[in-house]
């Protein structure tokens, strides 16, 4: 397959191909591998892994084959972001699944352009427009009808209000009402596709009883629990959808059974043996329509698929659906998987939904996309970091930095996210965050808390008052963004360590990396340091400290470390508590501080500035050799806060100078805190930072702050 079909390869190759009996593009007619109907396909993953991509290959190799229906549900009219947006959908005469059942219905019904033939739905047309079309009240809102409709309706409804209407007199009345509504239907009902088809299949179904009875019969059988013939029990059918709650979900349950059995119906006997099934893809499920769609659609499916085995087993559509999720959860089978189903007939319906999670893209991928190109050794690396291992995001960042490395420049790395990306021309972090967060005021508010530690610090900052954070307390916005979109499981959530709480607030570490980039780099210098000047003060209310204070909490120092305070308080801080903290308390103390994102003026100088240039270190004057130990203190701070950068290099190995560097601080912490009396001693945590599986490896091996080892 492509390059952007990364672990989706086995879906499109050899999963479609066993489901449809025929390879994208096309090909000979080969038997089918699911004898008892294929599963109902889910493909979950987050952001840029691919979703969407593998639908569109789908698409792309079978709609001149089948018939092929392709419905993007983001956005109205099928979902919204809000409670009240959602609300909005479920209109009297209209609902997101009467919505997509319309459009499905138009496009499965358009003719492809190979031999196959198009679909028609006689069973689901006539309650589709009676539901959508049908008004019970006269109109008091929307669009006027004309006098003609008006007066065949009223006639019709007050029919339908008698207890035993004449069947003879009520379908004249209905025939009437059908010949005004075709005229007008599409300015009653706009944006509403394939009306004309619905309309003249639900005539025929309604109206040629001779060809159409067994379609009306069904829909008798279907609705045993109502009385009346079948076209009562239709109108019956649109009274309960006008109640909505559990009603109206029945209603939309018998409309998919109705769209499978129009289906299934289009197929004779030889048909089932030499024709491709139809083909849906519905892609951005979310978690409403998952409830209020593709789980009852699932049970349907598995019921007609269980009721219509053997040699007369209905003809399913094939249907693949995308929805956002962790790819990586261990309930879903991976999408590598070449075989994921067998004997569904033996399970409940639920098993019909095949779950496939797409995997995260690592090392021999990510070098796999860069196709020959004579790139830096660490550069996979540092792709895997930013991309979070979202096959999207990895391909527009292995194409920047292709087309750099085959330009005249250099590549930097440092630069990469900053460099323009190929597709568009924006600067990289600008496409990335793009597709994270599509919703342009959702990345506005995320980038406004990026820094933060906690929701309380996020708070903080966002006490004053800001156009894109209106209304609520801070704390509640915080909770509402976090909630609505920065806590969802789709993302690929790395909290630090537990030693640090529930740091940072935004636990996607590409997403974070990515919004603090972009923070820095287009904010200026006066916004970073009005964030990280409010962020750190949220650690010394009432302003107890002073602002040169050796004693600030780490959480403090983190933030005046990215505000570039490096000498003149952070290493003064941490060598006060260096002689006042346990080894691994200190070691973690300068895990967290260094974890700070880069100042606006870069990383630390590689010389302290002169001595009279800086206040004094009160650590230095109270221990003997405190310079020694002050100087190592400043080494390892430097070492590792540039080391853990997102786009560093880890270093190449122990011999690295990046890695020297490191270890000679440690050691003299180590000499240094042994030489201390023995009863002021705990546990020498130093030593196992330079020992084996220590600070050395895990920083060679990629490992950052603050999740460095402490024992």
Known sequence: ??????????????????????????????KR????????????????????AVLDALYAGYHAHVPTAHVDLAGPPYSAAGQTDRERLDSANASPVTNLLFQVCYELSTAPKGNSRPLSFPRLSPALLLVTAWRREAATAGPVPPAELTAAEGELRELLTTRHPDPRVRDALLRRWFTALGSVVAGLLPGVPGLEGVLQAASETLFDRKGQAPRLAWW???????????????????????????????????????????VDGAYGPWGRKTRHPALILLDNVDDVLRTRLLDPFVERYARLARQRSGH?????????????????????????????????????????????????????????????????????????????????????????????????????????????SPDAGHPLAVRLLDQLLPDPVLRDQALAVAPALEVGAAADLLRLPRPDFPAPTPALQVRRLLDGALERPHWNHRPWP????????????ALRAILLHRLRTEGGPERWSHIHSRLAGHYNPGDVLAADSVRHDPRYL???????LFDSLVVRALHHRYLRSAPSDWLRDLNLV??????????????????DELPSCPACAEQEGGAEAHAAIRLLLASVWRLSAPSSAPPSGHADRRAVLVRAA??????????????????NAYIDAVAADGWIDALVNGVQAPDLPVV
Request: aromatic share 6%; hydrophobic share 40%.
């Open 1 to 30: 397959m492509g390059r952007h079909l990364y672990h989706l390869s086995a879906v499109v190759d050899e999963l479609a191909p066993a489901m449809v009996g025929m390879p994208p593009g096309g090909g000979p007619w080969t």
């Open 220 to 262: 008798r059988s279907q609705l045993d629990d109502a009385n009346g013939d079948a076209v009562q029990r239709l109108f019956l059918l649109v009274q309960k959808f006008r109640r909505r709650g559990p009603d109206r979900a029945v209603v939309e349950a018998h409309l998919m059974d109705a769209l499978l059995a129009d």
């Open 558 to 564: 983190h933030h005046a470390l990215a505000l570039g």
């Open 33 to 52: 591998r699911f004898p008892h109907g294929p599963p109902v396909v889910e493909i979950v993953g987050d952001r840029a892994t691919g979703k969407t």
């Open 666 to 683: 440690l050691e003299a912490l180590c000499t240094d805190y042994g030489r201390r009396p023995r009863p002021d001693r705990a546990y």
């Open 594 to 611: 260094a974890a700070a994102p880069q100042a606006f003026d870069g990383f630390a100088p590689e010389h302290a500035p002169a001595g």
């Open 312 to 420: 007369s087993r209905a003809m399913l559509p094939v249907v693949f659906v995308s929805s956002l999720g962790r790819g990586s959860d261990p309930d879903l089978t991976p999408t590598t998987v070449e075989a994921p189903w067998h004997r569904p007939e033996l399970c409940p319906p639920r098993t019909w939904l095949l779950r496939l999670g797409i995997p995260h893209v690592g090392d021999p991928h990510i070098r796999a996309m860069f196709s020959g190109t004579d790139y830096p050794a660490p550069l996979p690396a540092v792709v895997e970091r930013l991309s979070g291992g979202r096959t999207g995001s990895a391909l527009l960042l292995t194409g920047t930095a292709v087309e750099r490395i085959e330009g005249p420049d250099p590549l930097d790395l440092d630069e990469l996210l900053s460099l323009p």
């Open 498 to 509: 537990p030693a640090y709480g529930r740091a940072p607030l935004i636990t996607d570490r």
